[in-house]
């Protein structure tokens, strides 16, 4: 039990945010704080997991990435194409054709990048690789990435009650795992099935199985084409304990998807902060 005056001391680094480029966000006062869970949700194929990746690449601190829904080859070769700049194809083509020694230097930079390529983690095996990272580094992961929170091993789910339950069950599991390692812990989730197109704003309701209960932020995902064969990502903040929200997904910051290297945009600098 401590008093207001013994909490300053024992915080440590919870609350601090993770550095991150999303200017339009920051303009709706979203952070990504330590010793917090945030649930990033989209349909399938709308860009949640580059949304994921680029900020993991792009904040540049201890991050260990489970990534069951994505393989080693995809996620190589993405994130080298948005910390370099280059063309994802060329350098997917260049990774296949084992002609990767150029890249060799700036992937070893990213040294404290950690990545799990389980189709179906266990939490035993995620608690085991937090303990190896601490083991190796000395220290917990600032960012923690869950890519996709329900390919998560937790047993059989025998009905639709008993799924909702135990996502419940997880999201508090992993609510827990940000306070005990102050890490920012970062899931993704999907939509119901009105919204699985992703071509129109998200509501908090649009979460799948209802569970946004427990994170301190949610951000809905959804997608336009922009006739420059590109695509636009539309973030929602629907839920927000830190500062503004919009659970109708309404309000939102928008990125051009740069199709080459992957990388988020910002479309307009020039919007003013939320008042």
Known sequence: M???????DIRGEAGEPIPHTFKSLKRLEVEFRRAELSLVVAGPGTGKSLFALFLAMSANVPVLYFSADSSAATQVAR?????????????????IE????????????RWWTRFNFSARPSQREIELHL???????????????????????????GDAESYTFGLEGLFEYFS?????????VLGLHHVTGPHSDGITPIPLSGVKGQVHRIPALVLTIHKELDGLNSRILNVSPVKNREGF??????????FRL???????????EELPAYV
Do not use: W
Not at 2 to 8: D, G, H, K, N
Not at 98 to 109: I, P, Q, S
Not at 131 to 151: A, F, R
Not at 176 to 184: F, L, Q, S, Y
């Open 98 to 109: 084992g002609n990767f020694t150029e890249y060799a230097k700036v992937l070893g930079a």
């Open 79 to 95: 994130a080298t194409a948005m910390v370099t700049g280059d063309d994802a194809k060329k350098v997917k083509s260049a990774l």
């Open 2 to 8: 401590y008093s207001l005056a013994q909490s300053v």
């Open 131 to 157: 303990l190896c990272y601490l083991e190796v580094y000395g220290c917990n992961p600032y960012l923690i990435v869950m890519d996709n929170v329900t390919n998560v091993d937790t047993g059989a789910v």
């Open 245 to 254: 929200e919009d659970s109708s997904g309404n309000t939102f910051a928008s």
């Open 258 to 268: 740069n199709r080459s290297n992957l990388r988020l945009e910002e479309i307009d």
């Open 176 to 184: 827990e795992m940000a306070r005990e390692t102050n890490a920012h």
